[in-house]
């Protein structure tokens, strides 16, 4: 059993080597309040045209669970790849319930959250095993060199996996994504607004080039 | 009266930390970290050690005890005989400071620089 499954494996490995099968699962990463879940949801209305992975909030962690999508088909390039996107709970090294409460939660609310996040950036890191490659979403009015994108990077490079740097919100007016691209410079970068959704067209590309 | 108010840091040798496993490093900077002390790796972890340290800590995070960690690091530099880079051992950790989230916070951070300011409590 043991053999054919093997066999099966390496067989199914080497037909879509063969007959280059753009399939990919992409996660998106990021510091909390970067973008992601915005941008998953209009990857996800351009591509099927219905749903949502989760609700936006200025509050911090509002993401705590990943949520998946499969089989969006993206057309770009003059090609198509196939992909599953995670949109992945946002990554942080310390969670403090009060800063929930400064936003108007209450305390009971805030330490739930606090718990919940706590786990969910548990979840985020064991994804990082089940991947094809990420987009790591930045803030670009935010100064880039967080340990949360130094560790994401470092964590994909020694995985030899693909990354694309999306620099989002270039809506704000003190967005700087020459500060990402100066910060990362072997990495490509797109600068986009997923709010608005202008320069989306470009990041579609970018990823057809990447994880195709 | 001048109070004189105290900080504990701890420089770990990369001599140290070449002789522990991923493991044991993770636990002797969370220890150390949730005893209210600054800690220094002279090499750093790697990015998979940071991550586990990353995701060790979520566990740990308890309200109005311990609310995480601030870490600062370099980039990992790829160096390494030819040999390494054949079997994929190039990235090596940079130096690395660890403290209490409550207590350090990251001024500024470039390429060349970490600036980080150590809060002291009563």
């Known amino acids: 059993m043991g053999f054919i499954s093997s ?53 911090p962690h509002e993401t705590r669970r990943a949520m998946r999508k499969e089989g969006l088909m993206i057309n770009a ?119 608005e959704g202008s320069n989306i067209d470009n990041l579609y590309q970018a990823i057809a080039t990447n994880f195709g | 009266m001048i109070l004189m108010r105290e900080v504990h840091m701890d420089l770990i040798s990369e001599e140290k930390l070449e002789n522990m496993t991923s493991m044991e490093k993770i636990r002797l900077i969370l220890d150390k970290v949730k005893n209210g002390k600054i800690v220094v790796l002279e090499s750093g972890l790697t990015p998979d050690e940071e991550v586990r340290l990353i995701e060790m800590t979520m566990t740990e995070i308890r309200v109005d005890e311990f609310s995480g960690i601030e870490i600062e690091s370099y980039p990992s530099k790829r160096e390494g005989s030819f040999f390494d880079k054949i079997f994929g051992k190039t990235l090596k950790g940079r130096m690395t400071v660890i403290g209490p989230a409550n207590q350090i916070h990251t001024i500024e951070k470039d390429k060349y620089q970490i600036s980080t300011k150590v809060s002291v409590g009563d």
């Open chain 1, 77 to 195: 390039n003059g090609s198509t790849i196939e992909l599953d996107i995670v949109d992945t709970p946002g990554m942080a090294t310390k969670i403090d319930f009060k800063e929930f409460m400064a936003f108007g939660l209450s305390e009971a609310e805030s330490k739930k959250r606090a718990k919940e996040a706590t786990e969910g950036v548990i979840e985020a890191i064991k994804w990082l095993d089940d991947l094809d490659g990420i987009l790591l979403v930045m803030d670009s009015s935010e100064d880039p060199y967080t340990q949360v994108n130094v560790t994401v990077i470092g964590n994909m490079e020694a995985r030899k996996l693909p990354l694309l740097i999306v620099a989002n919100k270039m809506d704000l007016p003190n967005a700087s994504p020459s500060r990402i691209k100066a910060a990362f410079p072997q990495h490509a970068m797109v600068q986009i607004s997923a709010l």
């Open chain 1, 7 to 59: 066999f099966r494996e390496n067989f199914e490995a080497w037909i879509n080597k063969i007959f280059k099968k753009k399939r990919a699962k992409i996660g998106l990463y990021g510091p909390p309040n970067a973008g992601k879940t915005t941008l998953a949801n209009r990857i996800l209305k351009d591509w099927s045209g219905e749903g949502t992975f989760g609700t936006i909030s200025p509050i």
